[in-house]
């Protein structure tokens, strides 16, 4: 009976403490951490396997077919065959930039997953300067190009790094005043306000049909930020052999290639979430007046259906960045550089000239 | 299955109204705290990453022209730090000036309703002058012919 009452004291008492409710707070964020990171692990691996599978429809081939059913685990063995390739440092080159370039890069763009609500409220942190954290975080990204250019000790690899970063800053001012222009709309910079505002009339209200030309703008300069043809000039194979990458092998090689399709993920999220009400039943509200209120509401079937309509309007940009890829020409540095800051800058400006008045008019 | 939904709920935490020091610092460590927590894991996958070959290495199979720098297959003609075209410098400096332009404009863009049209049009004074200089520089041809 004693040895009950003071088990039962003790119990009392450790629940009581007020660290283990911190501590537990601290190992529950560790869970959407991890989901996170393994769910952006496997969108990698799917759409490294896309890129293979439409390209190879496009060309009339037949994509990947011998790793895994459909050639599934295409990405898997890629990776592991890189894990085992020598890992060279080249003479004279700087060790300490060479290996942090492509993990600064990786680091960046893996940052601002953070910020995307993969259904309604289904978001790691919901910031207030959400999409703020996204555009601050992959100006780093330019850093880590030209670290990897010059710590290489390779003319080309030198020449490929600035030119990359010089690709990447041209096209942050439009992306950015894209952005502007759609928190001008909302009138928040947080993700998850961005989508709530485009939930009242379905399809009706996603800011594509608002902000059209913004649409289009921040569509090119996102395929310029990620360094895909048609502005694939850093990696061009017939100039600069690998641009910055050249004299990468192994797993290094492996997350500058890994960065370059998370880049293309996360932009493609932000076009859905910017753009088409990402994570909204876009139904319009005259048909399905009981699904409205799905829009607004918990529980693990709606949330799983937001998520699943999230990846679905993604998707939908995966495919048109793969196939843009593998159907347009490529750009030269001139045109490219010309096109950045002497048609997107201005028609972006003129975009958020043109929002501005009509949130002044409309007030 | 009972957690589930509590699971869900996480995820989005309800800030409540910041009335004191406490509150606005328990609401600023709720929405940054994940991202720390991210930031330090997102590290050390990548640092893992880079630290994986290191068993598998060895010492003994490397040689001179395996580590010089690749010239489609000649020797190296000269040293790699050499001088390279000034318009690179030019376009990082033409592109800090829109950047903060732009960056003051996200304060501006956001509060809905509470700054005036003097707000606006002060904001669009602020426009105009780097406007001009934008101007200037694409007719003086300063991001031209790279």
């Known amino acids: 009976m004693v040895i009950d009452i003071t088990e039962i004291q003790d119990i009392h008492f450790f629940f009581r403490l007020e660290s283990f409710k911190e501590i537990y707070a601290i190992l529950w964020i560790f869970a959407p951490i991890f989901i996170l990171v393994l769910g952006i692990t496997i969108s990698v691996l ?95 990204a330019p850093i880590g190009l030209l670290m990897s250019g010059y710590g290489s000790n390779n003319k080309y690899s030198f020449l490929g790094g600035l030119r990359a970063a010089a690709q990447s800053i041209s096209y942050e001012i439009p992306l950015t005043l894209c952005v502007l222009s759609i928190s001008l709309l909302s009138n928040s910079l947080s993700t998850v306000d961005i989508v709530d505002a485009q939930s009242k009339y379905g399809f009706w209200g996603w800011n594509l049909w608002r902000q059209p030309m913004g649409f289009i703008v921040f569509l090119i300069s996102y395929l310029a930020e990620c360094e895909r043809l048609p502005f694939d000039l850093p990696e061009a194979e017939e100039e600069l052999v690998a641009g910055y990458q050249t004299e990468y092998s192994g797993i290094k090689f492996g997350l500058f290639y890994v960065a370059s399709y998370l880049n293309l993920l996360i932009s493609s999220l932000f076009v859905t979430v910017l753009y088409l009400g990402g994570s909204n039943i876009s139904i319009p509200y005259i048909f399905v007046s009981e699904f409205f209120e799905i829009n607004n509401t918990y529980g693990v079937f709606v949330t799983i259906i937001g998520i699943f309509i999230t990846l679905a309007k993604t998707y939908l940009f995966l495919f048109i960045s793969i196939t843009t890829r593998w159907t347009l020409p490529r750009l030269r540095i001139d045109q490219l550089l010309n096109l950045g800051w002497k048609f997107l800058l201005p028609i972006s400006l003129g975009n958020l000239l043109l929002t501005t008045s009509s949130q002044l008019f409309s007030l | 299955m009972r957690l589930l939904p509590g699971f869900f709920l996480f995820f989005r935490y309800a800030a409540p109204p910041a009335r004191s020091e406490r509150t606005k610092w328990f609401v600023v460590m709720s929405e940054f705290a994940p991202i720390c927590l991210y930031l330090v894991i997102s590290l050390l996958v990548s640092l893992i990453l880079l630290g994986l070959p290191f068993p598998f290495a060895s010492n003994s199979s490397t040689y001179p022209e395996k580590l010089s720098a690749y010239e489609c297959g000649f020797d190296p003609f000269g040293d790699a730090r050499s001088r390279f075209d000034i318009r690179f410098y030019l376009v990082s400096i033409l592109f800090i000036i829109p950047d903060p332009e732009v960056t003051f404009s996200f304060p501006w863009a956001v509060p809905p309703n509470k700054i005036d049209p003097f707000g606006s049009w002060s904001m669009m004074a602020f426009l105009l002058i780097l406007t001009i200089g934008s101007l200037y520089e694409w007719k003086r041809g300063a991001s031209d012919r790279e």
């Open chain 1, 46 to 140: 799917a759409i490294v396997w896309l890129e293979r599978e439409i390209s190879a429809g496009i060309q009339q081939r037949i994509g990947p077919e011998y790793t895994g059913p459909f050639g599934v685990l295409q990405a898997l063995a890629d990776g592991t065959k890189l894990l085992f390739k020598e890992n060279l440092i080249p003479s004279r080159g700087d060790i300490r930039l060479f290996s942090i370039g492509p993990s600064l890069s990786v680091i960046s763009i893996i940052i601002s997953y953070s910020v995307i609500p993969f259904g309604y409220n289904f978001v790691l942190s919901d910031l207030n300067i959400g999409v703020f954290l996204w555009i601050a975080i992959s100006s780093i």
